[in-house]
Every structure is written in structure tokens, then in C-alpha cells.
């Protein structure tokens, strides 16, 4: 048996696997993040491990599962943060989450030294606050006292990996989420590193992400209820796992979107795909050789659960998915309404830390079902937009699998499917996409089965939304709507951060 933890934003998807990776059970366990104006968003590292202790002694007493039967432990996590610790390994402040965009200072001295291109081509990525590299030099700048005591930097799935061996490492896929590492070479930056002011040696080694980092340390043992002889597997980066969660794991497997917090759409390449206006970026995959060509926006899910808090005073899932209900036959774009879903500033397709939500375009008809159906819409424009980047690198996108718990909604779906024109399938694993991932991932490295390919028959199509090509059309009109409100307000998102 594996047990996988899945650390998100929200909280740690854990669930139980046989040595094949098939689902037994799964739980989840909530914590909380700190946001605040000037783009802070944090979270206590400890939180994380917590979550981890609770969720899999839970799992094994609601699944009756004897301990001496799970054999391995993985943990995936959300990427882009940085945890910074101390020389043992206790972290030395909050982790600054993939949210917190507060080092854009930082990222114009890595454009004066390295430019964007030159970055680009390196990292696969762009110079942006989101990233760690950038991070980890914000709280230098900031918190001098502090860093002083930073011996080690890692990412969320690092801190709790060294938590249960008491060995610090990292994986590929995580490490390309840096901004400090060089996708060619496959190991750290030197280049990045000189630029940033920063020591090589705050830096983990890089291992595959099936690498079996060690077995339980006595203290994890007795904190998890489990066999002191569990193995423990590296693991990879959410996004990265998640393609292997929604069987995408070789180019021919299509692409998938996943509809989590944040949103992104992604598939599986042998290539890094690098797109000439720096809209989209590419990971490392779990899957040795290969790459994720990714398009990721900050609120998705994200900007449903908002609204939900937004327009219930007491919201929960049966509030919004009441609201979804109301929106299903409510009008917004094709009645003058839009949503700006950049809540958090904004990764894919623009880049822009200054960027703010916004509904455009509101008058006094509109109430909570119009409203709620504007930030469906808006978020599968801003998805539309991302897809269209990939096309014009050359990406074939005839349909798209779901995963991720908006993927539950036949509503969401629909408008996904009428926006972009091209049919939207659900996957029989939704939530867990992440944690069965990760549980292929483990049941490769310790040899339970041969390759990642298994991953294709964990799950399946459970429902297909096609496009109604008259909507659609009409969709597209709205999308040049949607942008041409963005591009209006691009200078004013500058002006209101004072830049």
C-alpha cells in the first residue's frame, strides 16, 4: 500500500493507494494562508506537516488498513514558494507562498542583469515575483535580521519529505519552478544564482522525482503511526504530478485543465515549448525526459470560492453550488457583464503582479447569479487565451480532460466547452488527480510497476461536455470583449500600485 499527501493552498489531499496506484480512501485535511495588501501570501510550514501526521493516521484507522501494509510514503505540493530555514532545519519565518508578488523590485534587477529573453530561454520561464528565486531575494532585501539564519531553502513538498527521512532534497519538476534552475543543463543556475546575489549552497540537491529519499526517522515513525521501514519517496511539484493524476504523461495523451485555486492548462512534451510573447512556460514533468508546457492563472477555483464568500454570508460547498445553479441559466458577457479573474495579480497570459480583479460592465439588473456567472466565464476567458498562446506555438489541443474540484461542476464545464469550442471531459478522479499522481509516481520509484504509463487506467472519462457552436461564436466576440476591458485597465492597475 502507498500513502500520498498532496499539499495544496487550502489544505493536504491525502488517500490511500494499492502498490498499482488504484484509489482505497482519501481524506483532507484544511489549513489556512495568510493573504494581505502589497501581494503577502503566506503560510506556516509547520501547518503542512501537521496535516500530514492527522491525515494519514486518519486514513489508516478509517480504512481499518493494518500499518505494516503501506510500504511507501510521496508527497507532491504546491510549487514556486520558498521555505527558508535555519541550520536545523526549522524554518526561519512563514513560506511565502506561489501567491506572494511582493519582490518586484527584486525582478527588475534580475531584467538589468539577465534580461527577460535571455531568462526565458534558460529557465523556461520568465522573471516574475511569483517564482522563489525572486522570493527568497525579497526577504534578504527586507529582512536582513532574518536571513541571517537562513541556511537552506526549499519547497513545500521538500520541508515535509525532510520532516519524515531527515534528508533536505528536491525534485526536477519543483526545481524548474525556481527560476534558479538551468532547464538545459538540468541543474541549479549559476548564471541566475551570480545575478541574484545568492549561495549555491542554500540550494538542495536535485534527485528524480521517484528517487527513494530513505525510510521514516524514528520521531516521523512514531508521529505518522507507521512501520519505521516505510520508504519514502521524493515526489514532484503539484502541477507536474497532477499530469501524471489525469493520465498525461507522453505527448500523444492530449491536455488537461485543471480547475484547483489557481487554474492552469497543460500537456506532456519532449521539448521545453517557448512561446515568442513569454505568455506560457514550461516545468520539468515527473516523467523522466519529459516537459510540461504550462499556462497558469493565479484565481481560478480560487475566484469561485471568493465570490461564494463574497455573496453568502455563511458560504459553504452546498452554498456554492447553489450559486452555480443560479448561474447556469443567468446571462453575463452575452448581457455587457465581465470578470477580471486576477485577483491575485496575474501568471498566464500577461504576467502582471499589478493586476486586479474587476467586474466590467455591471448595472443594477445584474444580482448574485449574473455576478457568479461573470466569474465562470471570466476564468474560462483567461483559460481561452492561454490555450490560444499554445496553438499559435504549434500545440494541438482538439479536446481537454478536467481535473481538480471545479471539474465536479456539469455547469462549469459547459461554459468551458462553449468558450473554447472544443469538447471538455470529466476524469473519474477529480479532487485526487494530485495524490494519484503522486501514488504512480511512488509505485514506480519502488519498482511496483514498470513505468509511468500505468497511470492512463486509474481513471477514466466519466462525462463529456460538447460545445454548442452557436454559443461559441458568440463567446468569441465576448473574448476580445474581455481582453479589450484588460488592456483599458492595464495602466490604471499600474497607477493604483504606484508604479
Not at 542554500?202 to 525510510?215: H, K, S, Y
Request: glycine share 10%.
Amino acid at each position: 500500500m502507498i500513502i500520498s499527501h498532496d499539499l495544496g493552498t487550502t489544505g493536504n489531499k491525502a488517500s490511500l493507494h494499492r502498490d498499482d496506484g488504484r484509489l482505497v480512501a482519501s481524506a483532507t485535511v484544511n489549513y489556512s494562508a495568510f493573504f494581505a495588501d502589497g501581494g503577502v501570501a503566506e503560510q506556516n510550514p509547520n501547518d503542512w506537516w501537521n496535516t500530514v501526521v492527522e491525515a494519514t493516521r486518519g486514513l489508516l484507522a478509517r480504512s481499518g488498513v493494518n500499518p505494516a501494509q503501506v510500504t511507501g510514503l510521496v508527497v507532491s505540493g504546491q510549487m514556486m514558494g520558498a521555505v527558508l530555514l535555519d541550520s536545523d532545519y526549522l524554518p526561519v519565518r512563514p513560506a511565502l507562498i506561489w501567491a506572494d508578488t511582493r519582490s518586484t523590485k527584486q525582478t527588475h534587477h534580475l531584467e538589468r542583469i539577465i534580461g527577460q529573453d535571455r531568462a526565458y530561454t534558460l529557465l523556461g520561464h520568465r522573471l516574475n515575483p511569483t517564482y522563489s528565486l525572486e522570493k527568497i531575494m525579497w526577504v534578504r532585501d527586507n529582512e536582513a535580521d532574518q536571513f541571517l539564519r537562513v541556511r537552506h531553502f526549499c519547497l513545500a513538498k521538500d520541508f515535509v519529505v525532510h520532516r519524515l527521512t531527515g534528508r533536505l532534497v528536491t525534485d526536477r519538476s519543483d526545481a524548474s519552478a525556481t527560476n534558479a534552475y538551468d532547464q538545459q543543463r538540468g541543474d541549479w543556475s549559476a548564471e541566475m544564482l551570480a545575478a541574484a546575489g545568492l549561495d549555491t549552497n542554500l540550494f538542495p540537491e536535485i534527485l528524480d522525482a521517484t528517487a527513494v529519499v530513505g525510510t521514516l526517522t524514528n520521531d516521523a515513525a512514531i508521529a505518522v503511526g507507521l512501520p519505521r521501514t516505510t520508504r519514502v519517496v521524493l515526489g514532484g511539484g503539484d502541477g507536474p504530478i497532477a499530469a501524471v493524476g489525469a493520465g498525461i504523461v507522453d505527448p500523444e495523451d492530449g491536455a488537461y485543465v485543471c480547475l484547483g485555486t489557481s487554474s492552469w492548462i497543460s500537456f506532456a512534451s519532449t521539448t521545453p515549448v517557448h512561446d515568442p510573447l513569454q505568455r506560457t512556460m514550461t516545468f520539468d514533468h515527473v516523467v523522466p525526459h519529459r516537459y510540461v508546457p504550462t499556462a497558469t492563472m493565479q484565481s481560478g477555483g480560487g475566484a469561485m470560492a471568493w465570490v461564494s464568500e463574497l455573496l453568502d454570508p455563511e458560504p459553504s460547498g452546498a452554498s456554492l453550488s447553489a450559486l452555480v445553479a443560479e448561474a447556469s441559466t443567468a446571462s453575463a458577457a452575452s448581457s455587457g457583464l465581465y470578470f477580471l479573474p486576477h485577483l491575485l495579480g496575474e501568471r498566464s497570459p500577461y504576467w502582471n503582479p499589478d493586476a486586479a480583479g474587476a467586474f466590467i460592465g455591471i448595472n443594477r439588473h445584474h444580482g448574485r447569479a449574473e455576478m457568479t456567472r461573470a466569474v465562470l466565464e471570466g476564468v474560462a476567458f483567461n483559460l481561452l487565451t492561454c490555450m490560444q498562446a499554445f496553438r499559435e506555438s504549434g500545440a494541438s489541443i482538439p479536446r481537454i480532460d478536467a481535473i481538480g474540484g471545479g471539474a465536479a461542476s456539469d455547469v462549469w464545464l459547459q461554459i468551458l466547452a462553449d468558450v473554447w469550442g472544443i469538447p471538455v471531459r470529466r476524469r473519474t478522479i477529480v479532487e485526487e488527480a494530485n495524490s494519484l499522481g503522486a501514488a504512480v509516481t511512488a509505485a514506480v520509484g519502488l519498482g511496483l510497476v514498470d513505468d509511468f504509463s500505468a497511470a492512463r487506467g486509474l481513471s477514466e472519462v466519466s462525462a463529456e461536455f460538447s460545445p454548442d457552436h452557436s454559443r461559441h461564436s458568440d463567446y468569441l466576440d465576448r473574448h476580445a470583449v474581455f481582453i479589450d476591458g484588460y488592456e483599458h485597465l492595464e495602466p490604471w492597475f499600474a497607477t493604483r500600485a504606484g508604479r
